[in-house]
């Protein structure tokens, strides 16, 4: 069989894999633990494969549909493999709601069951170093509180957090029982850059130190994806499972570039010497010489000087004007040195001087400190050289201008187009089984986008179906008036209105996806004097958490969303009744990514739109349409405002990729469909 070719799952004739799948069935292990298990043989089917994957060593891709219990399905027999064989298992899921359901939820009742087998199993939840409260770092915020905080009220967070601390019980913010303020918490969160290690004299009672331990001694450990790719000092592992791996390309792709901004380099001057406040760091240092004192306070000067310039000179060469109303503009670079860098002797001679102030520090925190600021300026250094370099055709540079009713930012940005072959070596050419999951990532019945995009040539496979009735308890609506959205404004009119029919129509919560910002503001603007009697939420306005709260309390809500509340967002039962996608969601060609990005796989002989493009839009579009059915009682409506699904050659790649509803003519007949549907959840 060719290397690049899947290697198809067939089931497993194994007696271990067999008796995984046992453990899902009817008066199973599981429903003996749980009383509301109710038996899926797409669940047993996964179970079955994960198992037969990470005993023999080899890579899976498994796509379960909603409803299937993906999160039981691996987990069940990951952890029975690792407890077998004295295994250790990592668990990386995207959002934070998964690793509390896992570690709250799930992994408790998996525990109980291999109890139950007399198979002891432990798992712990590891977090990012910046979520940890650093008692080092704790005890220099009390000491120069007034010289490190420009607010008075530092004061009673810190004291809460001492006082916090000294429990014991956890070190972790999401914990806390208060609130503490952003700019408090950074001065007292472990940075990896400035900690102590063994030096400290707090190490013994250190949280993070303590946690990092006890996720060596786990079975599993559970960790964010981002965290997985920053090299986080996690165990050495024998398996790896991704769930909600359809982000996995997006992550990994974030860790291989980065985004240099003029407000980031800003708040490192001011961490060094703040003129405004008079404090920073040259002024805490214990006996810095007066001499020293003073040239880095111009060293600082000159530094935010030349920044400004910097900036001012790539606005104008580039043609941002500064009287632009525009959120967000972005502008490619493709050739080198497109103005002088000139913050790179002011940044030079900072280093030095930096490094000078290591041999006046007077303790291990203070040399920790200067080395932390010292690592900052490298590193933007030679970001900032990297960003006009711009030498990898692999990557794409960009600036971006950003502007708000605050205040206006340019960053510089580098990303790279394609992040399979780092991945094809530093994750997939390990030695070691790497299991993907997630509800979407097949497109057309194929995961030929998935493997290719993330360097996965040889793989096992496995895709299943939704256990949810989607064509008793969906219906699909594609108004036929609604105009081609190439037709700007005519489209526009055309979608407010159907999106105030549809709302109009449906009794329960709504959610009104959009596919950028500009086209949310426009269609709440219309609405939201037209929607009386409705509770109307849009993204931006809070944080997203918060809304989505907020949300399911109302019952009857309508949400204008993009970006994140495409996925990841559970509402099930009534307050989400229906999902309106206004638009297709195919990423901006003329974004800067993209064209590099077109560029790139043009000279590599790859259609951008078939391999690339359609692909991405059919993934964006199930997870859309996937908000809608969350559990087995749930029934509701999608409605697609965009002609495109019906009319062009691509559209079955749209309709195929979900699952078979009841398709309605218009409005009066979603209305009925909704009406039985209600009444017959009820019965």
């Known amino acids: 069989m060719p290397a690049d070719q899947p290697e198809q799952l067939e089931p497993s004739a194994g007696d271990d894999a067999a008796a995984v799948a046992a453990i899902f069935a009817p008066g199973g292990d599981i429903s003996r633990a749980l009383s509301a298990f109710e038996p899926r043989p797409q669940q047993a089917r996964m179970a079955e494969a994960v198992y037969q994957a990470v005993n023999g060593r080899s890579h899976l891709i498994v796509e379960a549909g909603t409803g299937v219990g993906k999160s039981l399905a691996y987990l069940l027999p990951a952890a029975l493999w690792a407890a077998r064989n004295k295994k250790?298992?990592?668990?990386?899921?995207?959002?934070?709601?998964?690793?509390?359901?896992?570690?709250?939820?799930?992994?408790?009742?998996?525990?109980?069951?291999?109890?139950?087998?007399?198979?002891?199993?432990?798992?712990?939840?590891?977090?990012?170093?910046?979520?940890?409260l650093c008692l080092s770092r704790l005890e220099r915020g009390r000491r120069l509180g007034p010289e490190l905080f420009e607010s008075e009220g530092a004061g009673k967070p810190l004291e809460e957090l001492h006082a916090w601390a000294a429990t014991g019980a956890s070190g972790c913010r999401p914990e806390l029982p208060f609130a503490v303020p952003?700019?408090?918490?950074?001065?007292?969160?472990?940075?990896?850059?400035?900690?102590l290690g063994r030096k400290c004299h707090l190490k013994g009672a250190c949280f993070y130190r303590r946690d990092v331990a006890l996720a060596a001694k786990a079975d599993i450990v559970v960790v964010n994806q981002h965290l997985y790719f920053a090299g986080m000092p996690l165990p050495a592992f024998d398996a790896v499972v991704?769930?909600?791996?359809?982000?996995?390309?997006?992550?990994?792709?974030?860790?291989?570039?980065?985004?240099?901004?003029?407000?980031?380099?800003?708040?490192?001057?001011?961490?060094?010497?703040?003129?405004?406040?008079?404090?920073?760091?040259?002024?805490?240092?214990?006996?810095?010489?007066?001499?020293?004192?003073?040239?880095?306070?111009?060293?600082?000067?000159?530094?935010?000087?030349?920044?400004?310039?910097?900036f001012q000179e790539l606005r104008e060469k580039l043609g941002f004007e500064d009287g632009e109303t525009v959120h967000t503009k972005t502008k490619r670079v493709q050739q080198p040195a497109i103005i002088r860098n000139s913050l790179e002797q002011p940044l030079l001679a900072l280093t030095v001087l930096l490094s000078q102030a290591l041999a006046y520090s007077?303790?291990?925190?203070?040399?920790?400190?200067?080395?932390?600021?010292?690592?900052?300026?490298?590193?933007?250094?030679?970001?900032?050289?990297?960003?006009?370099?711009?030498?990898?055709?692999?990557?794409?540079?960009?600036?971006?201008?950003?502007?708000?009713?605050?205040?206006?930012?340019?960053?510089?940005?580098?990303?790279?187009?394609?992040?399979?072959?780092?991945?094809?070596?530093?994750?997939?050419?390990?030695?070691?089984?790497?299991?993907?999951?997630?509800?979407?990532?097949?497109?057309?019945?194929?995961?030929?986008?998935?493997?290719?995009?993330?360097?996965?040539?040889?793989?096992?496979?496995?895709?299943?179906?939704?256990?949810?009735?989607?064509a008793r308890k969906v219906a699909l609506l594609v108004p036929q008036n609604v105009p081609d959205p190439a037709e700007g404004a005519a489209y526009d009119a055309a979608v407010t209105e159907a999106c105030f029919r549809v709302v109009a129509a449906v009794e329960g919560g709504v959610f009104l996806l959009f596919t950028s910002w500009q086209s949310l503001e426009k269609a709440y603007q219309a609405l939201a004097q037209k929607l009386h009697g409705r509770p109307l939420f849009k993204h931006g306005d809070r944080l997203p958490q918060q809304l989505l709260s907020e949300f399911r309390r109302a019952g009857n809500g309508v949400l204008f969303a993009t970006d994140t509340f495409w996925q990841g967002v559970d509402v099930p039962g009534q307050a989400l009744s229906c999902v309106v996608i206004a638009r297709l969601p195919f990423v901006s060609p003329d974004s800067p990514l993209e064209e590099a990005r077109k560029e790139w796989m043009t000279a590599k002989g790859l259609s951008f739109f078939n391999d690339y493009t359609l692909p991405k839009a059919v993934v964006r579009f199930r997870q859309g349409f996937g908000r809608l059915i969350r559990t087995k009682k749930d029934f509701g409506a999608v409605v697609v405002l965009d002609p495109r699904i019906q009319t062009r050659r691509y559209s079955s790649k749209f309709t195929r990729s979900i699952p078979r509803c009841r398709n309605v003519a218009g409005i009066p007949e979603l209305k009925a469909f909704l009406k039985k549907a209600a009444a017959e959840s009820r019965a």
């Open 242 to 310: 991704f769930d909600e791996a359809h982000n996995l390309e997006e992550v990994a792709a974030a860790f291989m570039g980065f985004s240099l901004t003029d407000r980031k380099i800003k708040r490192f001057l001011d961490d060094i010497f703040n003129r405004k406040s008079g404090k920073g760091l040259a002024r805490r240092l214990t006996r810095p010489p007066a001499d020293w004192l003073e040239e880095v306070q111009q060293a600082v000067s000159e530094v935010n000087f030349a920044s400004k310039a910097f």
């Open 362 to 470: 007077q303790s291990d925190l203070e040399e920790a400190e200067i080395k932390g600021h010292l690592k900052r300026c490298l590193d933007l250094a030679a970001q900032l050289a990297a960003f006009l370099a711009c030498k990898e055709s692999s990557n794409a540079y960009w600036v971006e201008v950003s502007r708000s009713k605050r205040h206006a930012e340019i960053a510089l940005n580098m990303a790279p187009v394609d992040v399979s072959e780092p991945l094809r070596k530093t994750l997939f050419g390990q030695g070691f089984p790497v299991i993907l999951t997630s509800a979407t990532l097949a497109v057309d019945g194929s995961f030929a986008m998935v493997r290719a995009r993330l360097g996965l040539d040889k793989s096992l496979e496995l895709l299943l179906d939704s256990p949810f009735e989607y």
């Open 182 to 195: 952003q700019p408090v918490w950074a001065e007292v969160c472990r940075d990896p850059d400035s900690c």
């Open 88 to 132: 250790k298992v990592v668990v990386a899921t995207h959002t934070k709601a998964l690793q509390a359901q896992l570690v709250k939820k799930d992994l408790p009742a998996v525990k109980d069951i291999l109890a139950a087998r007399g198979l002891p199993l432990s798992y712990f939840l590891l977090m990012g170093s910046s979520n940890y």
